[in-house]
């Protein structure tokens, strides 16, 4: 029983919430540019691992050997406010 209100209740949260997300990933797309989710192998449940995926908030932005830039430098300012307001998980 308690699976089945678990489902239900997710259900209708992904209705609901479904323009407001739409909305996020379009102002990725404008501002950051493709792709727009941020995937990342993690352990999970028992160690066993899964993968999360998160609105990507991050520039790609690397210097000349190849290596990524600081953090500070590739988080923009739309990046920050999605941190900010938990919209980005």
Do not use: H
Not at 25 to 49: A, C, D, E
Request: glycine share 8%.
């Amino acid at each position: 029983m308690k699976r089945l209100l678990d489902i239900l209740v997710a259900g209708i949260a992904i209705v609901l919430l479904s323009p407001a997300m739409i909305v996020v990933m379009m102002l990725i797309n404008k501002k950051l540019g493709s792709p727009i989710f941020f995937q990342q192998v993690r352990p999970g449940l028992g160690g066993k691992p899964f993968k999360m995926v998160k609105f990507r908030t991050m520039l790609d932005a690397v210097d000349s050997q190849g290596n990524p830039l600081p953090d500070e430098v590739r988080l923009t300012d739309f990046g920050k406010f999605l941190r900010s307001t938990s919209l980005d998980e």
